[in-house]
């Protein structure tokens, strides 16, 4: 079936430095998502994207959270700075429809912060 | 506020055995619910949803799922499982955000079979 991709799988960086996670959505859909688990917590909504633009964000977007998606390249979610809470696995989804249509989900990619 | 709860951490069972994983949701309207299975280093794989109609509903590999709206619950169930079928199990509801849907889930029941 349809795959989400995410790069890199496991990312380690100290405290206070940039990391961008890539995710490559299904290649015909329109809707994305990043939904982030804390070890052991529930898998957490995020944030949805759609047509350029943040449709929603959660509590857990943080004002060092941004997302993009240039050009119909990869969906990235960026942290700047980063803060030993932002450990976590960090689930990228993508949908053809924004309605109760199925998402799709990557494997997750591990980010530790030191 | 919608949630979802799934109580058991962690199921063992023996292969050919019969399978009920436990789901109850929170919801002021009738929600739309899924269960979702994880495998390792994988992504979230659809088993089944349900929107409306019918309170079965059928999945993939099996699973079936039944829909409660007294006991607000949406079990997964299959009749008999395979060592295969070791892996985590999510339970979880749609919420709408304005024109767009986010997920709402619960902790995940581990499902280990043995031979």
């Known amino acids: 079936g349809p795959k989400v991709l995410q790069i890199p799988s496991h990312q380690i960086i100290d405290m206070g430095q940039m990391v961008t996670l890539n995710c490559d959505p299904v290649s015909n859909h329109l809707y994305f998502y990043w939904y982030k688990q804390i070890l052991g917590q529930q898998m957490e909504f995020l944030v949805n994207f759609y047509n350029g633009k943040v449709m929603e964000k959660s509590k857990l977007f943080k004002d060092q959270f941004s997302v993009e998606r240039p050009d119909g390249s990869y969906f990235t979610l960026k942290i700047q700075p980063t803060a030993l809470e932002d450990s976590a696995v960090y689930f990228c989804?993508?949908?053809?429809?924004?309605?109760?249509?199925?998402?799709?989900f990557g494997p997750g990619t591990r980010l530790t912060v030191l | 506020a919608q949630s979802v709860t799934q109580p058991d951490a962690r199921v063992t069972v023996s292969e050919g055995a019969s399978l009920q994983l436990r789901c109850k949701y929170s919801s002021s309207v009738t929600p739309y619910l899924f269960w979702y299975v994880q495998y390792p280093r994988q992504g979230l794989q659809l088993l089944l949803k349900?929107?409306?109609?019918?309170?079965v509903v059928q999945g993939v590999n099996g699973f079936e799922a039944e829909f409660s709206k007294s006991n607000s619950s949406f079990h997964l169930r299959k009749a008999s499982v395979h060592w295969s079928d070791s892996a985590v199990y999510f339970c979880?509801?749609?919420?709408?955000?304005?024109?767009?849907?986010?997920?709402?889930f619960g902790l995940g029941t581990t499902l280990q079979v043995q031979p």
């Open positions: 349900y929107y409306s109609g019918d309170p």
């Open positions: 979880a509801v749609s919420m709408r955000t304005g024109n767009t849907r986010k997920l709402i």
């Open positions: 989804a993508s949908s053809l429809l924004g309605g109760p249509g199925e998402q799709y």
